[in-house]
């Protein structure tokens, strides 16, 4: 029977001899030291500590030796292991201060540096009139309304109490979509948003719609067969022209400046009773010395603005409100119009020629 290999030499097993032992540890260090980035760092942990480095098949081969053995040799190898972790995890904190030490500088931005940003386009000075417009009347508590610009002929003639017959008809040329017997246009005013509102609302009403409106004109200076308008509605219990007349006037202010208001002529609308032709007061001149020089308003002191009135009872009818309990107010007003003269522009055609040169000179850059 042999007893136990007490003769049995630890140095003899090549990787666990002090000198082996050591050399893997100088290469595992040198190695880490070496390192550039956590990249490389990462490959030296799987060379230098990984499942198959070196120090980790020599850690391996302790238990083969005998038991007396193995305390010496476990603790070389304990001691060299944990002095390449540690130099790894020291080298690890290293390099990743480093990197987020280089990230900060190269992923610095200069905002003082000039861009290469190219011009894409501006929003549309009308788009931006017609937000302005509606910003104003949402913070006197109105809602704003819309409706289709290809609409039917009844809401945009017959509710608003111009029958087929009426002779107001002619005054907006129409475009008509084809087949004719379809009774759909291509809306002539914003009007129609009134009939559309009451007919799905309940009063009070309190609204503002501003659109795209179409006519047969002919293109010029001052006519384009699109334009825009704004129309405002008002239907509640004891609605007077007073409260038309007062709207208007904070409306023209608000627009225009300070102290401008308005002025009513008599007028005709049929959906109106009464009528009136709103006037502004001359921005430029405001009536005064320089009236009669004044080019805004060509010595008028006034400027036409746009038509309003009273809600006619029959259109209230039409609309499934009843007159007896309520009254209303209305107004329409031409946006591209106020556009003009407030920039002092003669000419309406650069607003729908898309030249971005002259939209930038009003709007603001996307
Ligand atoms: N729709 C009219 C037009 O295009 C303008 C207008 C006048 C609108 C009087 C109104 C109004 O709401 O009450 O000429």
Known sequence: MSGPNTDYDPVEVTPLKADQVEAMREAALTAIADAADLEALKQVRLDHAGD??????ANREIGALPPQARKEAGQRVGQARGAINQAIAARQAVLEAEHEERMLVEETVDVSLPTTRRRRGGRHPLTLQSELIADLFVAMGYEVAE?????????????????????ARTMQDTFWTEPADDHVVLRTQTSPVQARTMLTRTPPIYVVCPGRVFRTDEYDATHSPMFHQVEGLVVDEGITMAHLKGTLDHF???LFGDGITTRFRPSYFPFTEP???????CFVCRGGEGVAECRTCRGEG??????CGVVNPRVLVACGVDPEVYSGFA????????????????????????????????????
């Not at 000419?347 to 009003?362: I, M, T, W």
């Open 52 to 57: 198959r480095s070196p120090i980790a098949l």
């Open 147 to 167: 409706g289709p610009v290809v609409e039917a002929e009844w809401l945009n003639f017959d509710a608003l109490n111009l029958g087929p017959d009426h002779p």
């Open 252 to 254: 023209a202010s608000q």
């Open 275 to 281: 009528s009136a032709e709103v006037d502004v007061k």
């Open 302 to 307: 006034w400027i036409e603005w746009g038509g």
């Open 331 to 366: 107004f329409g007003m031409g946006i591209d119009r106020s556009f003009m003269f407030r920039h002092d522009l003669e000419d309406l055609r650069p607003l729908f020629e898309g030249d971005v040169r002259f939209s930038s000179a009003f709007g603001t850059e996307i």
